[in-house]
């Protein structure tokens, strides 16, 4: 049907080559689901996998020392299970996992993970890697659904059964009594196999490996290639998590992937149902389009009030370290981390914030709590940057799109000129013309200097000296040598206050001013005053007293209307 509000038509793209994920596996229904109603109050036990699954991303694979460098950082950042190698698939990761174990280099309350495939020479290879470590979790893995099943293994239900017991029981004997040995177990392409397959795999491990509260096993269920919705892997999650048997003896970990960039959501509805254990990458690195971001997830339950039990509070140096690992940018606008997050280009935003900081400011002082710790609610801001260790100088920048608060707030947070209100326009299009010319973002030195050059202290018209004096209460009286170009006279002017006095003397000199307002800022003074029927007109201006500021100011406002 054709709706009229719509205007899109059909495109020429295959799309009838590709089949929706209900007619590719079969996901029980679950008409009393409970994750839409749950809540995440605590994080998920995080599992990185960069050194090995993003490691296998790379263009150029780590070494071992950008790798002890990773290392090092997920140690220093909180996580407390990491997944450190392939020590099977190459002479490199099993050297690195050799290198932790002579190194002393993994701390007693940190357990590494090693990863392999359900065949007993690479499954020998991985215990002799990990040979000397007082802990470990032993991660095996085989793909179970029907498509990898009859295109890559060429084997039956049964058969991969067989092979995958075959390797449980290997791996026990390797293991022999060894109490801080546990295992994991992953039926790859999850999210694509026969539910009561992955019961039947998992519950056999389960009761092989003889799982209990004190030494669970991990039965990590992957969305290898993304295929649904998040909501479709939430329900295939909840399902195993409510059949899965012995269930307390059981680490539900959930490893999803960002084939339809929703990876995250994936992790997030997972927990939500059941799952326990998260792993991933940070920032989200791994083949085609990654996996699902560590930093990403665990700063978004720290924007909801729930303690993310790792350490971001220096979100530039854990950036800086992998991008130097992996050897590839963390992409500006990455959540949290980009160079832009928290940035603001437009007027209506850097308004927003500029107004929201200055109410955090005004509840920190109400308070007496100190800013950093006064609850955030700053507008498009959803968490304080300072937070993350990062500086509020890139918040607002200014371009051709900026308005009136950005060159505003740039102006008070780098040089002290706080604009006032009704200024704030006149001089927002002032920038507008400098960027709209240039094309390019102004910086706070830019602005600056053009502030600088938009009020300028001296013009056409100037004062080469003068006085003012109270001859009676509420009468001053000004007197001044003013100067007009090439021509000088002296003049003088009376009224209530310096001010009218002064504008009294250069209506007598032929300029006729009136100062609406005059407001300061440190050592500037702002004023707002009409010059010869003109329309309001600003001016500005920096003295060593407040009243010559603001002097200052009133004759700045009478050449910029000579010159408009």
Not at 30 to 48: F, G, K, Q
Not at 322 to 332: A, I, M, S
Not at 486 to 504: C, I, K, N, S, V
Request: some cysteine; proline content about 7%; overall charge negative.
């Amino acid at each position: 049907m054709t709706l009229l509000w719509n205007p899109q038509r059909p495109s020429p793209m295959p799309y009838d080559r590709y089949r929706p994920f209900h007619e590719r596996v079969h996901v029980p229904a679950t008409a009393d689901r409970s994750w839409p109603s749950a809540r995440i109050e605590r994080a998920p036990l995080w599992v990185p996998v960069d050194l090995r699954d993003g490691n296998q991303a790379l263009a150029e694979p780590m070494d071992t020392p950008r790798k002890h460098r990773f290392f090092d950082l997920l140690v220093r950042t909180g996580f407390k299970e990491i997944e450190v190698g392939y020590p099977s698939a190459s002479r490199t990761d099993f050297d690195f996992v050799r290198h932790l174990v002579t190194s002393g280099a993994v701390p007693d309350d940190v357990t590494p993970v090693v990863f392999t495939p359900a065949r007993r020479d690479l499954i020998d290879r991985t215990f002799d890697a990990i040979e000397g470590l007082p802990r470990a979790v032993v991660h095996l893995y085989i793909a179970t659904s029907p498509v990898w099943r009859e295109v890559v293994l060429r084997r039956d239900r049964a058969e991969v059964w067989r092979t995958v017991r075959g390797a449980a029981e290997h791996m026990a004997r390797r293991a022999g009594d060894a109490p801080g040995v546990r295992f994991q177990f992953s039926p790859e392409t999850y999210n694509l196999t026969e539910p009561d397959f992955v019961l039947e795999l998992c519950d056999g491990l389960t009761e092989l490996w003889d799982a209990s509260p004190d030494r669970p096993v991990t039965h990590n269920l992957p969305a290898t290639v993304e295929i649904a919705t998040p909501n479709v892997y939430a329900d295939q999650i909840e399902y195993a998590h409510r059949h899965l048997a012995r269930r307390d003896a059981v680490i539900l970990s959930v490893h999803p992937h960002n084939d339809r960039g929703t990876g995250v959501a994936c992790a997030e509805l997972a927990v939500l149902a059941g799952a326990q254990r998260v792993e991933g990458c940070l920032f989200g690195n791994g083949e085609r389009t990654g996996n699902v971001d560590l930093v990403t997830l665990a700063l978004n339950l720290f924007a909801q009030g729930v303690d993310p039990m790792v350490d971001l509070g220096d979100l530039d140096t854990v950036r800086a370290t992998v991008e130097e690992c992996n050897r590839r940018p963390v992409h500006p606008r990455h959540p949290y981390a980009g160079d832009l997050v928290h940035t603001a280009f437009s007027g209506t935003h850097q308004d927003a914030i500029a107004k929201g900081f200055e109410e955090h400011a005004r509840r920190a002082r109400e308070s007496g709590v100190p800013e950093s710790r006064v609850p955030w609610s700053v507008p498009y801001l959803p968490v304080d940057p300072a937070d993350l260790g990062r500086t509020y100088e890139a918040v607002i920048r200014v371009n051709s799109q900026s308005g009136k608060g950005g060159s505003a707030y740039l102006l008070r947070t780098h040089h002290g000129i706080d604009l006032p209100e009704r200024m704030r326009p006149e001089f927002a299009r002032l920038v507008q013309e400098a960027t709209d010319a240039s094309g390019r973002e102004a910086t706070p030195k830019e602005l600056y200097d053009l502030f600088r050059a938009a009020y300028p202290a001296d013009g056409e018209v100037r004062l080469d000296a003068w006085s003012v004096h109270e001859e009676a209460p509420g009468r001053h009286r000004f007197v001044c040598t003013l100067r007009t170009g090439d021509r000088a006279g002296d003049h003088e002017g009376t009224g209530t206050g310096p001010l009218t006095a002064l504008a009294d003397a250069l209506t007598g000199a032929g300029h006729a001013t009136q100062a609406l307002e005059v407001t300061h800022s440190g050592a500037y003074a702002f004023a707002e005053c009409r010059v010869n029927g003109t329309t309001t007109v600003w001016g500005a201006a920096e003295g060593p007293s407040s009243l010559a500021a603001s002097v200052g100011a009133v004759l700045s406002a009478v050449n910029r209307a000579g010159v408009r």
